[in-house]
């Protein structure tokens, strides 16, 4: 939970609606003070472990499984979690760092239900091992090949959802379901996230303002005294873009389809110093000034989408991406790649773009449409019935999964 992207985003979202379907107690290895006191607001017991399990990369790692390894042996000794797994009519689990390590703890007659929502990054795919700018070729080829203790540990980790009949498996798109069935050989069924229409209102809040004016100061690489000085960009005079400066996520990517727009870009995603500095270097070379922010509150986040020319994103393989709804809910264009989840929500022309990677004539005509007042007027009531249409609620997905649970019971 720590690492506080979309999957965390989502389950955070999505918590106070099952609340009111399940009586629930949530455990997870690790966890902010800010996301403890959020979900016991709501009702709801924590349980997490006085020692915090932490998250250890590196090519030891990789090669030994050892973040698994430390993982399962975190979930072995939190007696709180055991005794909490004897307690639950059922379990639901999702996916993430450490997470698969859990099911081995849990009675295969227990109902148990898995979130899937991408396979570990770097086991099936090249693109997590290069370097955020596309470096590194070299990598992939000899890190799968020392992955095999690891891959076979995690791809163990999910034979027993294809062959226990109390245990079921929804991904979080049906791209993810693809992959689920591509990898590990099982079918699943689809369980969308969603968008709290009161946390991304069509209307800024009172705060936004002032949000947005001292938005600026938090960028990350960027000493104190340099942020109070320079203020933040004018309102449509950027793109926006959330996600980890990686590959993965097309960092470097997105400056290559924005040169030429006239438009800068605001990333809010952590990055190492050198990865921030190396980013803003790359766009600087091509005319495209970075700010990279992180850490942000609700309010500036969303002052920070609202205010942009658009949101867009060229992330490789993303499983849903949560971007796409929360731009459509604010009526802020979404401009993404035609890949992976984002066909699921974006309707190409009709509530937003999907663009092929590198056709930069046809990113340069959507970056023209999204400044559109017309366009976007049109784009932005047809997001709103793309969300209704799929029903992206968390009322919706809190149904859903009782749905699910309810079969499992069974």
């Known amino acids: 939970m720590t690492v506080y992207g979309g999957a965390a985003r989502d389950l955070l979202r999505n918590l106070p609606a099952l609340a009111e379907v399940f009586e629930v107690r949530f455990a997870c290895l690790n966890l902010r003070d800010s996301q403890r006191t959020l979900i016991e607001s709501m009702g709801i017991e924590v349980l997490c472990p006085e020692q915090q399990w932490q998250i250890r990369g590196g090519l030891l790692n990789e090669i030994n499984a050892g973040q698994e390894r430390s993982a399962e042996a975190a979930w072995r000794t939190f007696s709180a979690v055991h005794e909490a797994i004897e307690w639950a009519d059922a379990v639901h689990l999702t996916g993430g760092n450490g997470s698969m390590e859990f099911p081995q703890f849990v009675p295969a007659e227990k109902p148990l239900h898995l979130h899937f929502l991408e396979s570990k990054p770097g086991i099936h795919d ?14 992939p080829r000899l890190l799968h090949l020392l992955q095999g203790k690891q891959r076979r540990r995690v791809e163990a980790s999910f034979k027993p959802f294809g062959t226990n009949s109390k245990w079921g498996v929804s991904a979080n798109s049906a791209f993810s379901a693809s992959n689920l069935k591509r990898i590990y050989g099982i079918d699943g069924g689809v369980l969308y996230p969603s968008v709290d229409l009161s946390e991304f209102p069509r209307e800024a809040s009172s705060g936004e303002a002032a949000a947005f004016d001292s938005a600026g100061r938090e960028e990350e690489g960027v000493s104190q005294y340099a942020a109070e000085s320079r203020g933040f ?37 952590a990055g190492s110093a050198s990865e921030i500095a190396v980013l803003k270097a790359y766009g600087k070379s091509r005319g495209v000034d970075v700010k990279v922010l992180n850490g942000l509150g609700s ?38 790649v035609d890949e992976g989840g984002y066909r699921e929500t974006v309707v190409d022309g009709v509530n937003g773009r999907l663009l092929k990677r590198g056709d930069m004539a046809s990113w340069s005509t959507a970056l023209d449409q999204a400044r559109n007042p017309d366009i976007r007027n049109e784009w932005a009531a047809a997001g709103l019935a793309r969300i209704e249409e799929l029903g992206l609620t968390p009322q919706n997905h809190a149904a859903r999964l009782k749905a699910i649970i309810d079969a499992l019971l069974v």
Do not use: C, Q
């Open 126 to 139: 090249d693109v997590s091992h290069l370097k955020p700018n596309g470096s590194g070729g070299w990598k």
């Open 233 to 269: 960009h004018l309102a449509g005079s950027y793109a926006f873009t959330i996600g980890r400066i990686s590959r993965f996520k097309g960092s470097h990517e997105t400056i290559d389809h924005l040169t030429g727009s006239g438009l800068d870009l605001v990333v809010v995603g």
């Open 299 to 336: 309010e500036t986040l969303r002052a920070i989408m609202r205010n942009a020319a658009a949101v867009i994103g060229l992330a490789h393989g993303e499983a849903f991406g949560l971007t796409p709804i929360e731009a459509m809910a604010l009526g802020v264009p979404p401009l993404f």
